[in-house]
Antibody, heavy 119, light 107 residues
Framework: EVRLLESGGGLVQPGGSLRLSCAASGFTFSNYAMSWVRQAPGKGLEWVSALSGSGSSTYYADSVKGRFTISRDNSKNTLYLQMNSLRGEDTAVYYC????????????WGQGTMVTVSS | AIRITQSPSSLSASIGDRVTITCRASQGISNYLAWYQQKPGKAPRLLISAASILQSGVPSGFSGSGSGTDFTLTISYLRSEDFATYYCQQYYNYPLTFGGGTKVEIK
């Protein structure tokens, strides 16, 4: 069964840091680009970052550029999102998603992990 | 960044109704548009890619059309399990962007 499982969310103070993880199983992880998408409470979807299968190409939304870093360890089938200088507006459920071959759409999603930035 | 305007933001409909949701891109995106369904407390589900290609396992009552700047998701016969929020997403270029969503509620 193809599965993505996020972890690492929680409560953090403004200015703090957090690292999210996404463990993949059921498919050849290194063959797929991966992405993070977030959803603030009661709001719509916002793409955050994407990473090629090899890890050589990265993309970021302007809202997180310079603060967040996406990475992957293909030997561990795991995607990461290092989040620094967190702000209240980063409060959201963070989903990891695999990117479908042939187009940058999200075909497999994790269940999400909640990040709350508050003092 | 390409802006996607989705309408309506919400609608009320009955079982058996035909429902249409539209997305308009701020510039031409060819057919690089996807549609997702999201139910409360759940992750989104990919329904359609390339504007009109139904994903495996998606009921045939869903269809997508459009190219360039204007796109449509149609649910031809609304079923109880179709009440959800729907999002479109452009993947013509980065940053990838979503429409604001359409909540389909029971009338």
């Amino acid at each position: 069964e193809v599965r993505l499982l996020e972890s690492g969310g929680g409560l953090v103070q403004p200015g703090g840091s957090l690292r999210l993880s996404c463990a993949a199983s059921g498919f050849t992880f290194s063959n797929y680009a991966m992405s993070w998408v977030r959803q603030a409470p009661g709001k719509g979807l916002e793409w955050v970052s994407a990473l090629s299968g090899s890890g050589s190409s990265t993309y970021y939304a302007d809202s997180v550029k310079g603060r967040f870093t996406i990475s992957r360890d293909n030997s561990k089938n795991t995607l990461y999102l290092q989040m620094n200088s967190l702000r209240g507006e980063d409060t959201a459920v963070y989903y990891c998603a695999s990117i479908k071959t042939g187009g940058d759409v999200f075909d497999i999603w994790g269940q999400g992990t909640m990040v709350t930035v508050s003092s | 960044a390409i802006r996607i305007t989705q309408s309506p933001s919400s609608l009320s409909a009955s079982i058996g109704d035909r429902v249409t949701i539209t997305c308009r891109a701020s510039q031409g995106i060819s057919n690089y548009l996807a549609w997702y369904q999201q139910k409360p407390g759940k992750a989104p589900r990919l329904l359609i890619s390339a504007a009109s290609i139904l994903q495996s396992g998606v009921p045939s009552g869903f269809s997508g059309s459009g190219s360039g700047t204007d796109f449509t998701l149609t649910i031809s016969y609304l079923r109880s399990e179709d009440f959800a929020t729907y999002y479109c997403q452009q993947y013509y270029n980065y940053p990838l962007t979503f429409g604001g969503g359409t909540k389909v509620e029971i009338k």
